[in-house]
Structure formats: C-alpha cells, structure tokens
C-alpha cells in the first residue's frame, strides 16, 4: 500500500488532521492507521467532555491560540450536525484570600486572549449555582460547555470517511523500513507521515529521530459519579488552579446530560495504558516509566514527589468528595460511589530539564511530523490545531 499522507492515531488530533489535509488536498490520498478497533478508544473517547474557554493559559502559548477558536469552532460542529452541547458555563470560585491574586491573573489573562470571562460576587455567583462556594467573589466562563466526545468523534469519523478518508483500524504500527512504515498485515508507503499517536507518540518519533529529550509519563484520569437521586448542579464549578502545572484540580463537571461528576485525578501510572489492574501490561513500559518516576522522586524541576503523594489519596472516594466539598454545599460520598471510565493524560516530560512540558510541542522534517504533546485542552483546540499542522506540512518550517 502507498499513501501521499500517512497518519498514526485515530483520536481527535489524527482525524481532524486527516479531514484537514483532504479539504486542502482532495486529489491526494489520505490514510489513518488505529491500532484499536474503533477510533477514539483513549484519550479521545474518554476525557472529561468539558469544552474550555481558553482563560488558562498565557498568550504566548499555543493553547491560548487554539482554545479559544476551537470552542467555538466544536461548539458550531456539534450545531451543525445535531449534536449534544450543555452551554451550562464554569464558575471558577477562590477559597480564601490568597486566591484572589490568582482569580485576577486568569480574568487577566483571559482578557489578552479575547476570551468572554465575568468577574462576578459571591452573590451573583450563587445567582447561577446557588450551592457554590466561594470566598468574596468569583469569575464565569459563558463559552464553557460540555459534550459526549463519543458522538463527536463517531460523527469526525463519518465525515473524514465521506470526504475521501481511508481509515484502517486494528492496525497497529510495528516500526519503520525506510519511506515505508509496518503493521501486522502489509507495509505502507508514505509521502508524509504525521503522527499523532497520543501514549505512542514518543516511541513512534523515536523511529524518525525525533523526542530525543522528551518521554510521555501517563497519568491516570479518575472521575467519580453522583448518585442517581443527587441534586443536579447547574454549571461546572472549578477551584483557582495551580499554574505552575496542567492539571486543573478536582472539580464538579456538569456532563452534558445534565449529570454531575467529581475530579478528575492526576496519578502517575507505571505503564502507558495503566487502566486497571494489569490491563494492557508491558515489562519494558513498566521498566521505563517507573524508572522515570523513581528518578523524577530524587530530582526534578517540578514537585512531583507531593503531586504523586497528593494524587494517590485521590483514589479515596472520600479524599476526592472532601475536597470537592470545598467548592460547593451538599457533596458528601455517600452520594458520589460510581467511578467512571478511567482516561490517561499523555504528558510530555523533558528529560533534559526533568519538567513537564506545558504546551502543545511539534517536531518534523520535511518528511514526518509528530505530535508530541497535545493533551488538555485538545479536545477543544482539535479543528484549529489541526489547521496549525497543515500549516507546518505546507510551509516546511518548524513552529
């Protein structure tokens, strides 16, 4: 087989690349390798659903870039084709006094990024979610929704395939011969290569000579759910984060069926597909990825020794309730007992500086591209960052 563009990776990155790359090339052929037998069967089909503003991040980054416009451009996709949304909006709430600094640096920040973003009283705050919690005052977020990335990838899915797709699932990539890469049933030609192989990306770019300071170090998304008789909340209700990392903290997330869920969790796993138990185990990914923990306990650029600490507790249904409870009235465990599916986050590392890499991270030659980084809010900024892709294959620069 021989394709003009070759992309690894069947999540919303490498399907809105492909659907890309068909509208500006319809003459060339488009194909997309997934391992798994549908696509979106990771990161893609199992985050939180929550379509973000774009207030977090600073306006030098990519993600300040594409979050904003990729709201807006998922939120129009889901209209456009029917699609479940819940326009419930974020309060984002501050628990004493030394948060507030950090509640005018995101309304600040959200601003730079023309992202619509209210500060508002702790009145008017419980005008929108009367149980909310917060100390003086607090901001909101209109664009914020939630989604069924599900329905939204089965519907990418169907319109890469109408527009000239050719989507090959159960078809792992074994490695690379020359210009051609290799599954189990056939060797592929390939003009261009773009890989966007999320918990993979690291080792697949490894065979092009690339990621050469970077590893993926997985960590393990956990929500909890309401129960069936719980008060319903009215929007998503989200504490100050920590800026100095990705993760957000956990959170109450209204899904878009109107139900409530508490998290997410952020705990290091000891092997890329670390669901549960010993599902998906690999020695030598066991091997590289706790080596890199233990490493990371010794010496690192970012306080991974207490955010692995804080992190583990969370498997506690009752650590993960309590600090909920601080934003909101009314949560206990008692009626919050059902996890959900659990989701890995595909966090570049920087070996070299031994921190988290903060922002989406492309590396390529006139031949490959690979997605190296593209975790929260890629989902969001999927449709623009694929646009940005493109953009890097037809003008042969780097970032």
Request: hydrophobic share 40%; with cysteine; proline share 4%.
């Amino acid at each position: 087989m021989n394709a003009d563009f070759v992309i690894i990776g069947g999540g919303v990155i490498g399907v809105n690349i492909a659907r890309e790359l068909k509208r500006r090339h319809s003459d060339c052929s488009v194909l997309m390798l997934e391992k798994e037998p549908e696509l979106g069967q990771h990161a893609s089909g199992r985050n939180s659903g929550v379509l973000h503003a774009g207030f977090y991040y600073t306006a030098d980054s990519l993600k300040a870039r594409f979050c904003r416009d990729g709201n807006r451009a998922m939120r129009d996709f889901c209209s456009e084709h029917g699609l479940k949304i819940n326009a419930c909006g974020k309060l984002v709430v501050a628990r004493n006094d030394a948060e507030l600094a950090q509640l005018d640096e995101l309304k600040r920040r959200g601003d730079v990024n023309g992202v619509p973003l209210e500060s508002i009283s702790a009145t008017e705050a419980r005008s929108i979610e009367p149980r909310v919690k917060t100390h003086e005052r607090a901001l909101f977020s209109p664009t914020t929704a939630t989604i069924d990335p599900a329905e939204v990838m089965r519907t990418l899915r169907s319109e890469a395939e109408h527009a000239g797709v050719q989507i090959c699932t159960g078809t792992p990539y074994r490695g690379r011969n020359g210009n051609a890469i290799l599954t189990d049933q056939y060797d592929i030609g390939f003009g261009t290569l773009i890989n966007a192989a999320g918990l993979y990306a690291d080792r697949i770019a490894r065979d092009f000579g690339f990621s050469q300071d970077y590893r993926i170090l997985p960590f393990k998304g956990l929500y909890l759910y309401a129960s069936e008789n719980s008060q319903p909340f009215r929007t998503n209700i989200y504490p100050v984060p920590d800026l100095r990392n990705p993760f957000l903290g956990v959170h109450v997330t209204v899904t878009v069926d109107g139900k409530s869920k508490l998290g997410p969790t952020a705990i290091p796993c000891f092997w890329r597909e670390h669901y549960a138990g010993l599902e998906n185990f690999h020695a030598d990914e066991f091997a590289e990825i706790v080596g890199m923990e233990a490493s990371l306990f010794l010496n690192a650029g970012f306080d991974f020794r207490g955010l692995a600490a804080q992190e583990l507790r969370k498997y506690s249904r009752t650590t993960l309730a309590t600090q909920a409870s601080e934003l909101a009235e009314g949560i206990s465990p008692s009626g919050y007992r059902h996890w959900g599916k659990p989701g890995i986050r595909a966090q570049l590392l920087n070996v070299k500086s031994r921190t988290l890499v903060m922002d989406f991270l492309i590396e390529k030659d006139d031949r490959s591209l690979h997605v190296l980084n593209a975790v929260s809010p890629a989902f969001t900024c999927s449709i623009p960052f694929a646009a940005y892709v493109c953009d890097q294959l037809a003008n042969g620069r780097d970032q």
